[in-house]
T-cell receptor, first 113, second 112 residues
């Protein structure tokens, strides 16, 4: 089955630690995205990538880092510099041609303890 | 700055009625607009896309309108069912950034 997979579903992190969220897709999509969702709010764009080995900052990139070494994978690292990391993180992919739908993973809920 | 507004209050309707959700935007000239459904604790699922040169799109019980003069999209669910209860998000896209900008969503509750 084609799709986009995020892992883990739940993640707990101690303050001051970096943590990496996984996102893998087998849809052969060029573009991948990371969004953050806080309770009662919409999705805010963290980073996006239109092609392998290239990515751009979104609206709230501070405290986050990404890599795009393979077409299928777009991991997100939440660094200790992120002041309020507790949130629901969503990864998505699309053909990148514009005018096309985005396919989302099931999300990772990160909690700082 | 760009702003997308969706009614933050939940919409409660009776089963069988038509639900109408609104998406307004400012300081934006989108090339297209999309609607997604999101269930609690899950990722959004795509429903419909409408382009700037289209006025209306339909898919089964769903209908979307797009008025670029009013800077507004309306999303209708006819003959609503309790299973339609979810949060509905509108998202705008342009030919530049190629990443969608989302509204905060409206929660729909369909009462049996």
């Amino acid at each position: 089955d084609g799709g986009i997979t995020q892992s883990p579903k739940y993640l707990f992190r101690k303050e001051g630690q970096n943590v990496t969220l996984s996102c893998e897709q087998n849809l052969n999509h060029d573009a991948m995205y990371w969004y953050r969702q806080d309770p009662g709010q919409g999705l805010r764009l963290i980073y996006y990538s239109q092609i392998v080995n290239d990515f751009q900052k979104g609206d709230i990139a501070e405290g986050y880092s990404v890599s795009r070494e393979k077409k299928e994978s777009f991991p997100l690292t939440v660094t200790s510099a992120q002041k309020n990391p507790t949130a629901f993180y969503l990864c998505a992919s699309s053909t990148g041609q514009g005018n096309t739908e985005a396919f989302f993973g099931q999300g990772t809920r990160l909690t700082v303890v | 700055s760009q702003k997308i507004e969706q009614n933050s209050e939940a919409l409660n309707i009776q089963e069988g009625k038509t639900a109408t959700l609104t998406c307004n935007y400012t300081n934006y000239s989108p090339a297209y607009l999309q609607w997604y459904r999101q269930d609690p604790g899950r990722g959004p699922v795509f429903l419909l896309l409408i382009r700037e040169n289209e006025k209306e799109k339909r898919k089964e019980r769903l209908k979307v309108t797009f008025d670029t003069t009013l800077k507004q999209s309306l999303f209708h669910i006819t003959a609503s069912q309790p299973a339609d209860s979810a949060t509905y998000l509108c998202a705008l896209g342009d030919t530049g950034r190629r990443a969608l900008t989302f509204g905060s969503g409206t929660r729909l509750q369909v009462q049996p």
